[in-house]
């Protein structure tokens, strides 16, 4: 491998003069995953067949892209420069109800997407958790672990681990076959993820190991943490690589060296972008930084993985949150994260400028994939069709208000109903509200209240009802996935009270807006009450399909699908107002388009455009 020192001014120029254009290269040698390939440890370095290996890995997840697309973003990582694919592996998605795991239908086939990547000729970073982080709903656990009471993730409790026991079962029987080991491509399994940052519980994270050997996993471990003494030492078990989140200078290493000089470490998580909540400004990166640490890991003959060369999209109701500094954090639904292929498969000049670095070390490259047609929609105006208040399904009685969970829901909305006896007005607060809601008195829309701004209380006006209607919809914008509040119950968690007197005996009406519950709506001439919560619905014809953005600027708060197909969630404080609509779920004529919207009453203008931004 050359060693070549680029200055600062280099760098920058570099970012610069990078074009988002494709220009062709001679193609690259393959690299072709057959049997008889051994993947070990060494003291410094990973070794494929005995000799040093660097991996360099771009991150995607097979979740958030539509299947057509796998190939051509395992393409674009190619054409970069990358090796490797790292891939994390979302239980939830694959656990779709409690002892149901689907690997088949819309992007689950985990094995397929591994074996593609064999295909193009690039080795896999297996990323299965069971706790994975990523900005994704509840970081990957199932829901249902919170109808548990008193459960404690993340460890030892014996309730948690009977769960995650058939999550590893019934995994392993999917790669296991796909191992280096056995002719496919996963060179490594990652033990947990980031554990270092959260707890210290480590035969929890041997049993994890011992499970995944158990079930045929005999490829090298990795973990992943800080690069600093106390996450590594909680974080990372004996005979297992070091993993750096991120491993971008000589003192990080030596960290990794200090915990265990007998093992290989490397940047598990290095940043070409980063991650965006609502209410905030696009997250964005320096170009000139990114290069700067890839040529430190490219001169150093560090391996490492790009999070995320391709982010791709929180479609449906698969955002996370998290819990910082500012309190609740929802994710946006685009996982675009500044990253070098952006949400819809294009190469950015961040691409550009990495492709021409790490080229520059590996010899030649690819052909950059020609770009996924994307393309603009007319303005059209979908018509009022519904309101959630003319799909109630029957209600349950519950004296005090309870979780989603605790009826088996984990997405979408709830609606509390309650007449007011005692008070009938003052400050209703709930205690807690997660995550937002809409509330109402008699029918008359009252206000909202949000967790993210902190407002989980508000003024009920005076009323000449003797027995006043109280009725409040609540919405879960996505479960912690990170730190120490990922028990993030949705709904009201524990009590409503007005003016200090806590409200008794509640109707409740779950509202998951999943494909049963949208599958029995129906069209309601004209919406009863004064409320909002109402569904729109129209449609657009294409005479071809390809990739397009709704833009739903004209919109307050809601959801969107469109063929029926969730795109997942807008909002109007932003920074999102287009959503991803890829091909693959669009056809030639007529496709229907539905949205809900929380605040909105009347119809507004949709159309079809080309970016993100």
């Not at 990358?82 to 998605?93: G, L």
């Amino acid at each position: 491998m050359k060693t070549i020192l680029l200055s600062t001014a280099m760098l920058i120029t570099m970012a610069a003069t990078a074009q988002t254009t494709p220009h062709a290269t001679p193609p690259a040698k393959q690299v072709s995953p057959h049997d008889g390939h051994t993947f070990t440890l060494g003291q410094h370095d990973f070794l494929l067949d005995g000799k040093p290996f660097q991996i360099i890995s771009g991150e995607m997840h097979p979740a958030r892209i539509p299947r057509p697309y796998w190939r051509q973003r395992i393409r674009m990582a190619k054409a970069m420069g990358c090796n490797t694919i790292a891939a994390y592996v979302f239980w939830n998605y694959l656990e779709t109800s409690k002892g149901h795991f689907d690997f088949t239908t819309e992007s689950r086939d985990i094995a397929a997407f591994i074996r593609i990547a064999q295909q193009e000729g690039m080795y896999v970073l297996l990323r299965p958790g069971p706790y994975v982080c990523a900005e994704w709903d509840f970081g990957g656990l199932p829901d249902y672990l919170l109808s548990i009471p008193g459960i404690k993730v993340r460890c030892s409790d014996p309730r948690y681990l009977e769960a995650v026991h058939r999550y590893v079962t019934a995994l392993s029987a999917q790669v296991s076959p796909l191992l280096v080991t056995r002719g496919g491509p996963i060179l490594m399994v990652q033990v947990e993820n980031e554990y270092g940052s959260y707890g210290n519980d480590k035969s929890y994270l041997e049993t994890l190991r011992k499970w995944w050997v158990a079930s045929g996993i005999n490829v090298p471990f990795y973990t992943a943490d800080g690069a600093a003494p106390a996450m590594l030492e909680a974080g990372n078990i004996d005979g297992a690589a070091i993993g750096l989140d991120p491993g971008v200078s000589k003192n990080d290493f030596a960290q990794a060296e200090k915990r265990n000089p007998n093992v290989p470490s490397f940047s598990s998580e290095t940043y070409p972008g980063w991650l965006t909540h609502w209410g905030e400004k696009w997250a964005t990166t320096d170009t000139v930084g990114i290069l700067g640490e890839v040529q430190f890991l490219l001169d150093s003959k560090r391996s490492f993985n790009l999070y995320v060369i391709h982010g791709g999209t929180n479609f449906g109701f698969s955002a996370g949150a998290n819990s910082g500094g500012k309190g609740f954090e929802p994710d946006v639904t685009s996982y675009d994260y500044d990253a070098p292929v952006d949400e819809q498969g294009r190469a950015t000049p961040k691409y550009m400028a990495l492709r021409r670095l790490i080229g520059s070390y590996v010899g030649a490259l690819p052909d950059v994939p020609a770009p996924i047609p994307v393309t603009t929609v007319p303005e059209f105006t979908p018509k009022v069709w519904t309101s959630i208040w003319d799909v109630l399904p029957k209600p349950v009685f519950e004296v005090q208000p309870q979780p989603f969970e605790s009826l088996s829901q984990n997405q979408g909305l709830m609606l509390y109903t309650t007449h007011l006896v005692g008070h009938h007005n003052g400050r209703l607060t709930l205690t807690d509200l997660h995550d937002y809601a809409t509330v109402y008195l008699d029918g008359q829309y009252v206000g909202y209240l949000d967790r993210r701004e902190g407002k989980r209380s508000i003024e009920l006006p005076k009323t000449d009802n003797p027995q006043p209607y109280l009725e409040i919809l609540v919405e879960g914008m996505g479960h912690i996935n990170f730190a120490q509040e990922l028990i993030d119950p949705k709904g009201i968690t524990e009590r409503a009270t007005l003016s200090g007197m806590t409200l008794m005996n509640w109707e409740v009406y779950p509202l998951p807006l999943n494909p049963a519950f949208m599958n029995a709506v129906r069209a309601k001439a004209k919406p009863t009450g004064q409320h909002r919560g109402i569904f729109f619905r129209g449609s657009f014809n294409m005479d071809s399909t390809a990739d397009t953005y709704l833009d739903l600027s004209h919109y307050q708060k809601g959801v969107v699908w469109v063929n029926g197909h969730n795109l997942g969630r807008y909002w109007n404080i932003g920074p999102q107002q287009h959503l991803y609509c890829p091909a693959p779920w669009l056809k030639k004529g007529a496709n229907e388009v539905i949205i809900f919207d929380q605040l909105q009453t009347d119809p507004a203008p949709v159309s079809g455009v080309t970016t993100l931004q």
